[in-house]
DNA sequence: CGTCTATGTCCAACTAGTGAACTCTAAGCT
DNA sequence: AGCTTAGAGTTCACTAGTTGGACATAGACG
């Protein structure tokens, strides 16, 4: 921004890389920041000092048994982040600090009918419950990461077709966010921050290319390609759900036919039980049925895993992820629906795509969207956030 | 490699800046580095004489009728790239200078039976005899991208099943091109080359995503991902021919069913055109006949031309890149083929992933996979290759 | 209790970029 | 033609910032 290519800037990278380092390992001494940054001693002593008198680090005296060693880690109040989830039911909120530690996590129920303001009011009123229980200054909000169940476009921001919230079409929710919280909100759809929730705290651990499959009312992927939540120009990237997999197949409501939805999205798959299982049954219920036993469920379980294995295949032959994480409802059915998926995998995927490519469940069921928006709140922080003091003094002023 | 975080490595990447700069104008005066790369004209009076002493850059007294300028320029000998492309049944050759000037190109028959010595040893001559026709030294050579019609194993370099050239499966052509050039050799296959070769020189030019599809004996897809090329953690990705079309399809050489492959791929689409058309067609033949209005011709290109568009719909919904470019013989046909995948695309894939999609034809023709290699190995060569001077000594050691 | 060793700090040396002053050249004006 | 002007490139003194080495510190080990 001042001086791109010199010498101040160099300065900054050093803290930057300093910076960055402290959060990854969480805590470390001087002399194992100088052994990781590759910066000679000297240098590291400087910087941690004016780290220090800037607030961003803390040095704890002695901890550790050894001679003698002060560990340095980024102050307890350095910053926050949270993460917000709007689902089909429910309203999720996540606090964390920059060391990706979750400090407090609350959900609530919400109505599939209420208004875009009605939601803000509420996550507005759960985030300040859950900072005020953890006690920190509300000025240190580093970032917010906000998760909403449909396309965003990228370049306005707005929200597209939601079938799951209606109300919600047309508005502009990290905008809104932003007016009413006072800093930075980075928005992404469920399916992108479950990948990346996944990646950073779950199955996804140590990957850097990975699809996330959601099944829930819709089908949707997030695809995380070197490390990175892909989201493709237009910012549609990841629409499993709709790939052909039969041409005269049910027609999906997207307007084709034999999508892979209409195999095995719970509006499309639910109605087939209700002749036999009832008219209010919900995934959920599917899933603990088929668990405990049901042969109408497991069979309709199986099949979706099927559907979902062929989908599967084709995303492996074109990207050749390492991994792929089943997220959703659906999930919970463990290998009732995993065998299925991977069988088609072996099937109809190229044998050199899929011999290397393993499929979990994913490791935080309901949560990862949640940690998702909080991973993605961190990632988007930038590690020079810490840096001008912008936390400490108040929170950033609007662009 | 040195001092990993300060000072000279700063100074180092300021070089870098300033090459690069000049590598991407073409030739540049000093104030315009100045204000190109943000840095003070002081520093690049400094840069620009280290650069000159050192043989990378020329300075020409002054050329433009300006006020005094002197216009620098990578200088003429300072290094040269090659791209060397095998093919079904040719084998090219390009010499590039670091400006991306392509200074002599050749294409010459090649046995589709040869061993690989043997396509080595051609290789080899005709590389030889583009230099001598260039009259630079051969010592000058600053890396070499090599293209093979088949998939590379990440981690080993080795060719796997690669039915075009039943000779080479299990060399390792980088390696052995190495060993008798005497220079880095960075090997990939021809798709991937393809749309690296449309995005720098041809259709693709300022798109940042894109999916180069090529129709030859079979079918297959390079992604270029935010200005890279993206193989998948195995190596595998773009294997669209292998995508699923339909489970009761003709049986595939994969082991499938209906892959996309046996609808567009030559091998199994000129069969269908042996009782009425004889059994010697080739496909450029049968674009040329569909061109000259041939009705059989046509309909089966059309046809092709459907079933590659739900690939690419299915792509589509996955990826969303912002552009298509068709490449191989297909091409040609223009809009005999584009037409139908158009159709297809807008037929199957989600509107908003579509919407923005643009499908075009490779603007390269048979080159795009010799520059591709070309821009391979300008791309892996970094700039910093250009600064310690291995290239006027003599050829980089061995590592 | 002395020695050893790794940690953190301080200082002088050195590297490298910057602003300001300066020179140079061609264009434009009188 | 001669003067002025303005942008280009260079030089120089200054400053920012990293580094190696010397030094102080404090626990571990014998």
């Given at each position: 921004?001042?001086?791109?290519?010199?010498?101040?800037?160099?300065?900054?990278?050093?803290?930057?890389?300093?910076?960055?380092?402290?959060?990854?390992?969480?805590?470390?001494?001087?002399?194992?920041?100088?052994?990781?940054?590759?910066?000679?001693?000297?240098?590291?002593?400087?910087?941690?000092?004016?780290?220090?008198?800037?607030?961003?680090?803390?040095?704890?005296?002695?901890?550790?048994?050894?001679?003698?060693?002060?560990?340095?880690?980024?102050?307890?109040?350095?910053?926050?982040?949270?993460?917000?989830?709007?689902?089909?039911?429910?309203?999720?909120?996540?606090?964390?600090?920059?060391?990706?530690?979750?400090?407090?996590?609350?959900?609530?129920?919400?109505?599939?009918?209420?208004?875009?303001?009605?939601?803000?009011?509420?996550?507005?009123?759960?985030?300040?419950?859950?900072?005020?229980?953890?006690?920190?200054?509300?000025?240190?909000?580093?970032?917010?990461?906000?998760?909403?169940?449909?396309?965003?476009?990228?370049?306005?921001?707005?929200?597209?077709?939601?079938?799951?919230?209606?109300?919600?079409?047309?508005?502009?929710?990290?905008?809104?966010?932003?007016?009413?919280?006072?800093?930075?909100?980075?928005?992404?759809?469920?399916a992108?921050?479950?990948?990346?929730?996944?990646?950073?705290?779950?199955?996804?651990?140590?990957?850097?290319?990975?699809a996330y499959i959601k099944v829930?009312?819709g089908v949707g992927a997030g695809l995380?390609?070197?490390?990175?939540?892909?989201?493709?120009?237009?910012?549609?990237a990841g629409e499993i759900g709709h790939i052909?997999l039969?041409?005269?197949?049910?027609?999906?409501?997207?307007?084709?036919?034999?999508c892979l939805e209409?195999?095995a999205?719970?509006?499309?798959?639910?109605?087939?039980?209700?002749?036999?299982?009832?008219?209010?049954?919900?995934?959920?219920?599917?899933?603990?049925?088929?668990?405990?036993?049901?042969?109408?469920?497991?069979?309709?379980?199986?099949?979706?895993?099927?559907?979902i294995?062929s989908g599967v295949?084709n995303l492996c032959?074109l990207l050749?992820?390492?991994?792929v994480?089943?997220?959703?409802?659906?999930?919970?059915?463990?290998?009732?629906?995993?065998?299925?998926?991977?069988?088609?995998?072996?099937?109809?995927?190229?044998?050199?795509?899929?011999?290397?490519?393993?499929?979990?469940?994913?490791?935080?069921?309901?949560?990862?969207?949640?940690?998702?928006?909080?991973?993605?709140?961190?990632?988007?922080?930038?590690?020079?956030?810490?840096?001008?003091?912008?936390?400490?003094?108040?929170?950033?002023?609007?662009?």
């Amino acid at each position: 921004m001042e001086t791109p290519g010199s010498q101040s800037s160099l300065h900054r990278a050093n803290l930057e890389r300093v910076v960055r380092a402290v959060r990854l390992a969480g805590s470390l001494t001087q002399a194992e920041i100088a052994r990781t940054t590759g910066l000679s001693a000297a240098t590291v002593s400087n910087i941690v000092r004016e780290l220090k008198d800037g607030g961003t680090v803390e040095v704890t005296p002695t901890s550790a048994g050894g001679r003698r060693a002060r560990s340095v880690s980024l102050s307890g109040d350095a910053g926050i982040v949270i993460g917000i989830d709007f689902g089909h039911t429910h309203l999720r909120v996540a606090v964390g600090n920059l060391a990706h530690q979750v400090l407090a996590e609350e959900s609530e129920p919400l109505d599939v009918d209420a208004s875009s303001a009605q939601g803000f009011d509420r996550a507005e009123r759960l985030v300040s419950r859950l900072i005020e229980a953890t006690g920190v200054d509300r000025g240190k909000i580093a970032g917010v990461g906000l998760g909403v169940p449909g396309p965003i476009d990228v370049e306005s921001g707005t929200l597209g077709s939601s079938a799951i919230l209606p109300g919600w079409i047309g508005t502009r929710p990290a905008e809104e966010l932003r007016e009413r919280l006072g800093v930075a909100v980075h928005v992404d759809n469920d399916a992108n921050l479950g990948a990346l929730g996944e990646m950073v705290w779950g199955s996804g651990k140590g990957v850097r290319d990975l699809a996330y499959i959601k099944v829930a009312s819709g089908v949707g992927a997030g695809l995380v390609i070197d490390g990175k939540i892909y989201r493709g120009p237009g910012g549609t990237a990841g629409e499993i759900g709709h790939i052909t997999l039969d041409e005269s197949g049910p027609v999906c409501r997207c307007g084709n036919r034999g999508c892979l939805e209409t195999f095995a999205a719970a509006r499309y798959v639910l109605p087939l039980l209700q002749s036999s299982h009832g008219t209010d049954l919900t995934m959920e219920g599917v899933v603990r049925l088929a668990r405990d036993g049901d042969p109408g469920c497991r069979r309709v379980i199986a099949d979706v895993g099927r559907h979902i294995g062929s989908g599967v295949a084709n995303l492996c032959n074109l990207l050749n992820p390492s991994r792929v994480v089943l997220g959703g409802d659906l999930a919970e059915a463990g290998e009732l629906v995993l065998g299925p998926i991977r069988e088609s995998v072996g099937r109809y995927a190229i044998p050199s795509a899929a011999r290397q490519l393993s499929v979990l469940p994913g490791a935080l069921g309901g949560r990862a969207e949640v940690l998702g928006a909080l991973a993605l709140a961190l990632s988007e922080m930038g590690d020079s956030t810490l840096l001008d003091g912008s936390l400490t003094a108040a929170a950033p002023a609007f662009t």
